[in-house]
């Protein structure tokens, strides 16, 4: 079964920074891509980044070069630096994980950006 968890959320002032991450399954971690959506309350979830298995990464345009993705394939663990938070970036902040045509997802982690 996989699983997901994220940590790091919490909440940060505007112009501040945080890190996420996302254990994920082990098995088949290195084969998948693996992506951070956020919802914020009211709105639809939203693509943040996303990372291949290759290392090639992706942004959401409201990005702006702020956010970092990465991952550890032996750690088995996906990252989200955030910088430059502002509180238009407030969201849960979900983990998704690809593999063979099936998505997963984690419980979301929230990240509050607020004075």
């Known amino acids: 079964q996989v699983q997901l968890a994220e940590s790091g959320g919490g909440l940060v002032q505007p112009g501040g920074s945080l890190r996420l991450s996302c254990a994920a399954s082990r098995i088949i971690f290195s084969s998948s891509t693996m992506a951070w959506h956020r919802q914020a309350p009211g709105k639809q979830r939203e693509l943040v980044a996303t990372i291949t298995t290759g290392g090639r990464t992706n942004y959401a345009d409201f990005v702006e070069g702020r956010f970092t993705i990465s991952r550890d394939n032996t750690k088995n663990t996906v990252y989200l630096q955030m910088n430059s938070l502002n509180p238009e970036d407030t969201a849960v902040y979900y983990c998704?994980?690809?593999?063979?045509?099936?998505?997963?997802w984690g419980q979301g982690t929230q990240v509050t950006v607020s004075s």
């Open positions: 998704n994980q690809r593999f063979a045509g099936t998505e997963y």
